[in-house]
Each structure stands twice: as C-alpha cells, then as structure tokens.
T-cell receptor, first 113, second 113 residues
C-alpha cells in the first residue's frame, strides 16, 4: 500500500527565503505524486504533479518539485517565499492504475516579514 | 474553479442522528470521492465512485455509506452520527482514473455533539 510521510508539521521561513517542504513516499508500483495547497477555510488546490515524465516538475506560483526515485522523495521548493504562500501543503501519492490519492499529514508553512 | 458544490457548508448534529452530505458537480466527471480531514491525519478517503451506481470503500469507510444515482451527485450518509465523525469533509472529482487532477470542493464542517 502506498503511503506518504511529510517531515515537519510546521515550517517557518522569512519572506524572500527558500522554501523547502519534504515529502517521502512508499509505493510498490511506479507512483503518481502530487502537491496540493490549502488556504484557510478552503478546499485543496493542485500545485504540481509528477506522472513519470520529467523528474523536475514546475508548478504554479514558482513552486517546483523533484522526483528522486533512489531517495523515494518528492520535496517541494520555492526560491523566494512570499507572505501569500502561508498555507498548509499536502503531498499525495496514487498508483498509476487509479487515482485514489493517499495524503500526507500536511505541513503548515508560516512566512514572517 | 471546477464546478463542485458541497452542501451544507456547516452542520451541527446530535449523536445518533443520521446525516447526509451532498456533493454536486457540473463538470460531468466520472470519478467522485469523499475525504475527511482531521488534524494530524491529513485527508483520508472514505468512499469513492467510478460511475453511476458504482462505488467502493476507502480507507475509513466504517459508519459511512454513499450513493450515486446521477453523474452529478454523490451523497455521503452517516447512518448514526458519532462524535468521532466530527470533521471537515471534502468532495473531490476527477475526469479519469489516471494522470489527471482531482478538484476539491470547499468542504463541509460537521460537528457531532
């Protein structure tokens, strides 16, 4: 069965600093991997997805993630944090056969001025 | 935004009463999902549907049932609500089983007292 581990329930950065949110997955088959963002009192919005094409995936709002099979990781990065990036971020995995998403527990990103 | 409407958005109910949450989509997507979101657990799949009258259980299906009599509507029923079912419930839709984005509704906050 697939699973996802997100290291750090909270990450704090200063505005303009690098954002790094960590995600490790476990899957018995080649996975699809996703990062979603959730703003307060809203649903989830897709940031980016990996579907076995390029290992470096670019998403919206300058976020990107790199699929590293050897490390079973799919970490999310952004070169320069904005105040508007403050939100909760979820990593998710699904088998290539069917999109039943399995989510991590989430990481709340705090951005200080 | 994808056309997904969840109703009600907020509900308080008493232990032991039945509750039905509705998800309505205008995208004509085949796949629909119900998740619950709880602190420290991320989102967990309750039930999903892969077509009209075709549904299956997810990770945390005990105490829940679903029905899909039309493409656009996916109902989640708590047969006899318990305090452990206090949560935020999200509906999601996707066009196909593979490689496509899942779109999420705004969520329903359910409190069982």
């Amino acid at each position: 069965a697939q699973s996802v581990t997100q290291l750090g329930s909270h990450v704090s950065v200063s505005e303009g600093a690098l954002v790094l949110l960590r995600c490790n997955y476990s899957s018995s088959v080649p996975p699809y991997l996703f990062w979603y963002v959730q703003y307060p009192n809203q649903g989830l919005q897709l940031l980016l997805k990996y579907t076995s094409a390029a290992t470096l995936v670019k998403g919206i709002n300058d976020f990107e993630a790199e699929f590293k099979k050897s490390e079973t990781s799919f970490h999310l990065t952004k070169p320069s944090a904005h105040m508007s990036d403050a939100a909760e971020y979820f990593c998710a995995v699904s088998d290539q056969g069917f999109q039943k998403l399995v989510f991590g527990t989430g990481t709340r990103l705090l951005v200080s001025p | 935004d994808a056309g997904i409407t969840q109703s009600p958005r907020h509900k308080v109910t008493e232990t032991g009463t039945p509750v039905t949450l509705r998800c309505h989509q205008t995208e004509n997507h085949r796949y629909m999902y119900w998740y619950r979101q709880d602190p420290g657990h991320g989102l967990r799949l309750i039930h999903y549907s892969y077509g009209v009258k075709d549904t299956d259980k997810g990770e945390v299906s005990d105490g829940y049932s679903v029905s899909r009599s039309k493409t656009e509507d996916f109902l989640l029923t708590l047969e006899s609500a318990t305090s452990s079912q206090t949560s935020v419930y999200f509906c999601a839709i996707s066009e196909s089983a593979q490689n496509t984005e899942a779109f999420f509704g705004q969520g329903t906050r359910l409190t069982v007292v």
